[in-house]
């Protein structure tokens, strides 16, 4: 069942995310959500030469080192295919030579409002552009039998990541 608006507040508004609280009409009556509200982001499997580069960067809210996919928001005015081509330069130095949507997905509905859109990097060549606040981001290569290896071992705990590796392993079953 759809919950009605009743009113709406936001209580901060950051750099990256707003967070405000909705009081909502139910089945059972009226109650608070607490919602974060942040732009939609894409995420990008780039693949080079048989190889997936990941990203290795810390992460605070985790309080821990991530291995993950490419990935950032979109800026305003930008496509989704606009901002994943970006995002690989800026993160990882390469520009795609094909890039393939495979899908689109909420990060945490119960929650925030995020959506990522998922694309396919492949026909990597190098860009000279990277980012400025991308110093603390480190490229691997890793070869998809050792990315699933991790994932089965819960190396990989970024869950944009995981989603990631399942649609992509839906392509490649769609393909065949």
Do not use: W
């Amino acid at each position: 069942m759809e919950e009605k608006t009743l009113h709406s507040q936001t209580v901060y508004e950051g750099r990256l995310i707003k967070v405000r609280t909705d009081t909502v009409q139910t089945e059972h009556g009226t109650t608070v959500r607490e919602i974060v509200e942040h732009n939609p982001a894409v995420a990008v499997i780039a693949v080079n030469q048989g190889e997936f580069i990941l990203v290795k960067q810390y992460r605070k809210a985790a309080e821990n080192e991530l291995l993950e996919i490419v990935a950032g928001s979109i800026d305003e005015g930008e496509s989704p295919q606009q901002a994943a081509q970006r995002e690989l330069a800026e993160e990882i130095g390469y520009r795609a030579g094909k890039m393939t949507k495979l899908g689109a997905f909420y990060l945490s509905p119960g929650y925030c409002n995020e959506y990522i859109y998922l694309f396919l990097a492949e026909n990597l060549t190098v860009s000279s552009v990277r980012a400025e606040d991308t110093d603390e981001i480190i490229p691997v290569r890793l070869s998809a039998k050792t990315i699933a290896e991790m994932i089965g071992a819960g190396q990989i705990k970024d869950g944009k990541t995981l989603a990631a590796f399942t649609l992509y392993q839906a392509y490649l079953k769609s393909k065949r």
